[in-house]
């Protein structure tokens, strides 16, 4: 059974750092395609990155213009967790993070098989 779980929601000040956690148990999270959304309250659910394995032996990502540069995405092997390390953030960060994992990586959601339940990440002024 395939699961993912989030963690690492919270308030924080804009210009502040956040890192968001999510424990993948039931896959390998570095040989799927591994993405983080957001959604916001009154929009859709939309992309901030993915991670997926390159065409060699590297790790490939791709991010929003919203986040590129401010956001990094990572995967520890060894605990099979996927990070998003959220630096310089802005009062329109706030929405709820998702993890999603699927056969490959892509900024459609319908790409993915998975979800987590969702961690809630809110920056004050």
């Known amino acids: 059974q395939v699961r993912l779980v989030e963690f690492g929601g919270g308030l924080v000040q804009a210009g502040g750092s956040l890192r968001l956690s999510c424990t993948v148990s039931g896959l390998t999270a570095s040989a799927h395609g591994m993405g983080w959304f957001r959604q916001a309250p009154g929009k859709e659910r939309e992309f901030v990155a993915f991670i997926k394995r390159g065409n060699w032996f590297g790790l490939s990502t791709d991010y929003s213009d919203s986040v590129q540069g401010r956001f990094t995405i990572s995967i520890d092997n060894t605990k099979n967790t996927l990070y998003l390390q959220m630096n310089s953030v802005k009062l329109e960060d706030t929405a709820v993070y998702y993890c999603?994992?699927?056969?490959?990586?892509?900024?459609?959601?319908?790409?993915?098989?998975?979800w987590g339940q969702g961690t809630q990440v809110t920056v004050s002024s």
């Open positions: 999603a994992a699927g056969a490959s990586a892509a900024r459609l959601r319908d790409e993915y098989d998975y």
